[in-house]
């Protein structure tokens, strides 16, 4: 087992305390191996990336003073199986905690965030339950699942729980982005007919999916349009593309091509070897 530990570093003259850590900073190779970590309790801020890849990291306790959670900080932490995320928490970045496969509760503390990014925990395929502490007016959970405080926005499917049918609650308006992305147990999932919006990428990786009707009060449907041919809702889509797997994933193909462009790396002629090197 590694385990890391970051500790307090005080001066005996200004008293300076870690507040701060940043992307990836103190644990370069050995993040793959990492198991447990010890945080300084004066930590306040986690920056973007700091714990991505660890996909050994099975447990981590945020320190109370924490108040922000950079864009992508856990993300791949695939042995992760809880998170809490305590009352003083005011910001957690997209992606967060995205792809980690094994965690299963999500605890939430905070009063003072309202929203959670769409990004936040994609593809958290073992997900089973959303708990909120008292007194949280953001949020409310069903069965498991995350929604707004009034109801009427699905944040959060948890596909943990191995169902194949999912009805949405008649009060829903909306589904959030990346709201049941990577769930691969689901075939049918029925929405409300008073469903307005539903947010890019909300069914982006559901491989397993039947059945799934779009009613037609729905007026906005982002990103991710590459679902929408099979599930009856258009006969074709205009979508920007590089390698094409999106669209073999969901059995279609290009019947023709729009407009075709590419990215170059352009640098100057004098370019000295060893930056020549770096690309």
């Not at 339950?129 to 109801?151: P, Q, R």
């Not at 462009?261 to 370019?271: A, Q, Y």
Request: charged share 25%; proline share 3%.
């Amino acid at each position: 087992e590694i385990v890391g530990e970051i500790r307090d570093e005080y001066d005996e003259d200004e008293e300076d305390v870690v507040t701060t850590i940043g992307e990836n900073e103190y644990l370069a190779d050995g993040a793959a191996k990492l198991e447990s970590i010890v945080l300084p309790d004066g930590l306040t801020e986690l920056n973007d990336g700091m714990f991505y890849g660890c996909s050994s990291l099975k447990s981590i306790v945020l320190p109370s003073k924490l108040t922000e959670i950079g864009e992508n900080a856990f993300w791949g932490c695939e042995s992760l199986e809880s998170i809490v995320l305590h009352e003083n928490i005011w910001s957690v970045g997209g992606g967060a905690f995205a792809n980690c496969t094994s965690l299963k509760e999500v605890t939430i503390l905070t009063k003072h965030i309202s929203r959670l990014p769409g990004s936040c925990f994609t593809n958290c395929s073992s997900l089973v339950e959303f708990k909120l502490g008292d007194g949280v007016a953001y949020f409310k959970t069903i069965d498991g699942n995350l929604y707004s405080g009034d109801g009427m926005i699905l944040i959060y499917y948890a596909s943990g729980k191995g169902e194949a049918s999912f009805t949405v609650p008649d009060k829903v308006r909306r589904i959030e982005g990346g709201a049941f992305c990577g769930n691969d147990t689901l075939t049918e999932i029925i929405l409300p007919d008073g469903l307005v919006e539903i947010g890019s990428g909300a069914f982006t990786g559901c491989d397993g999916i039947v059945t799934i009707t779009i009613p037609d009060g729905v007026i906005e449907i982002s990103g991710a349009v590459e679902i929408t041919p099979s599930l009856g809702f258009c006969d074709c889509v205009i979508d920007i593309t590089s390698t094409g797997t999106t669209l073999k994933q969901n059995g279609l193909k290009i019947i023709g091509k729009i407009l075709s462009s590419s990215t170059v790396m352009i640098s100057r002629k004098d370019l000295n070897e060893d930056k020549k090197s770096l690309l």
